[in-house]
């Protein structure tokens, strides 16, 4: 089996006419994407400003703040393509210019402009509200009708080449709002329309419920264990917006871990970790309650076309709504793929990166990553189900106090990184069987939501395609 040769490229031929049309463009995706706007059966078009306003706010200073309750999500092009993008940072209310023109509204597309172009989200009721940032370029249709079709268009593998033959840039490709307000998009049966409506809708409820159900389940964890919010704890256990931060530390709590770097000492997980060891009915260590914690082998990786190899995962895959730039390894060449796959029931830790980012959150792998390889920078929890409901400690591993308890464990000079060994000892409260089942019954019901999700989207492509080709 012969491997990618990511330098070889697809040659074809331009005509001059081609060529004038596309204002003398040298960068030959550009005329891929015109061939393949070409190759529309339908012979009628339109472009997508006679239907929508194609938009993005300009570059303004932004300040940055911690506290949630003066500032508001501020999210990147790759936090809109997370199932949970408004925990990451927010930017204030009163400091930041213009914020208003970054704030997006409920069933708004996003289309992200620059660096790696055309990733596409919704607009729902988890990040409607949202800042976001100038590098997402916003489609507001003029009609509802039009949403489930263009949503599913720019997504599709055609509208993908078209969107990205619109870019330029010599280092950091961008595209601007001209080049989607003049796409050319085909005109389909009004009945296809409105099925393609009526499944992205479904689709666009499921992930709303699934956010809903996997907080409900955080909140029962804190109530099933009799923790308060880590916001309501004491003032001096809140971390302050200053920087750099002076405490003291008796040396009973030093000489537990001997460790130096002082994140570790940090006030938050200093209270999350006594709340467990006070208020928690019972309690165990990970380790005690898993079959195994493991972190995957570091090796060569040899990437192969899809219908050659095995889907392959990094950290920031986990957390996405849909996986994004995807790489295989090659089946015949790789000796030890057992060794790498995931399988049903783990609980996956993004354990390289840095604070902020990817690093410390916790996937649960349930419909959707069986069977896909996993690099080395995350890190598998495999429950001990007689022990405890997998689907609870990943509930609680993705709660405030399991990223907490995560991250101060965190070492490294430049990448922030976890192991096993440090991971093993973390506290985990286990209320009784009932209450833990009830908590993992709604991370369940949350993943085969968003399961469904991606299965309804993969149909809306399906039509799509049959309405373009038949």
């Known amino acids: ?35 393949t706007s070409n190759n529309f059966h339908q012979t009628e078009t339109f472009q997508l400003k006679e239907i929508a306003s194609v938009f993005h706010p300009g570059i303004t200073k932004r300040s940055y703040i911690d506290n949630p309750d003066f500032g508001v999500p501020f999210l990147s092009t790759s936090d809109m393509q997370f199932y949970e993008a ?5 930017v204030s209310k009163e400091l930041s ?59 599709s593998e055609i509208g993908q080449k078209i969107i990205k033959g619109q870019k330029s840039g010599a280092v950091i490709d961008e595209i601007y709002d001209a080049d989607i307000e003049n ?66 530390i008796n040396i009973e709590t030093f000489t537990t871990e001997f460790r130096l770097d002082a994140h570790f000492y940090n006030p938050i997980a200093s209270a999350a970790l006594k709340n467990i060891q006070e208020k928690a009915k019972r309690f165990s260590t990970l380790k005690e309650v898993t079959n195994d914690i493991v972190i995957g082998k570091r090796f060569k990786r040899n990437y192969v076309e899809s219908n050659h190899g095995t889907p392959f995962i990094g950290s920031k895959n986990i957390l996405q709504i849909r996986p994004t730039e995807m790489k295989y390894l090659s089946n015949s060449e790789i000796g030890f793929m057992n060794d790498l796959m995931l399988n049903k029931n783990m609980i996956l830790i993004a354990c390289s990166g840095s604070l902020g980012g990817t ?88 993943y085969d939501l968003r399961a469904e999700a991606i299965r309804l989207e993969d149909e809306a492509q399906t039509l799509l395609t049959k309405a373009l080709t038949n």
């Open 183 to 248: 796409l050319e998009i085909p005109v389909i049966d009004n009945k296809i329309m409105a099925k393609l409506n009526e499944v992205i809708l479904v689709v666009k409820k499921n992930r709303e419920e699934a956010h809903l159900l996997i907080k409900q389940a955080r909140s029962l964890v804190l109530k099933h264990n009799n923790f308060s919010p880590l916001a309501e704890l004491e003032p001096n256990a809140k971390v302050s917006d200053i920087t750099t931060q002076i405490g003291l």
């Open 86 to 90: 408004t925990e990451n940072k927010y």
């Open 359 to 446: 690093f410390g959150k916790a996937c649960f792998v349930y419909n959707n990553f069986e069977n896909y390889a996993a690099s080395q920078h995350i890190l598998r929890v495999i429950a001990n189900e007689d022990l405890i409901d997998a689907g609870y400690l990943y509930a609680f591993l993705s709660s405030e106090y399991g990223y907490e308890c995560i991250t101060r464990y965190r070492w490294g000079a430049l990448i922030d990184e976890i192991d096993d060994e440090d991971m093993s000892k973390l506290l985990i409260p286990l209320p009784t069987d009932k209450q833990q089942k009830q908590i993992g019954d709604l991370v369940r019901q949350a």
């Open 97 to 155: 210019k213009n914020l208003q023109d970054y704030i997006v509204k409920e069933d708004c597309i996003l289309i992200s402009r620059s660096g790696t172009i055309g990733n596409i989200a919704i607009v729902d009721k988890n990040i409607s509200g949202c800042a976001v940032t100038e590098h997402a370029i916003r489609v507001a249709l003029n009609d509802k009708k039009h949403f489930g079709f263009i949503y599913t268009f720019l997504s």
């Open 1 to 35: 089996m012969k491997a990618i040769d990511y330098f070889n490229t697809n040659n074809f031929i331009v005509s001059s006419g081609l060529f004038n049309s596309g204002e003398y463009r040298l960068n030959s995706d550009f005329y891929e994407a015109l061939i």
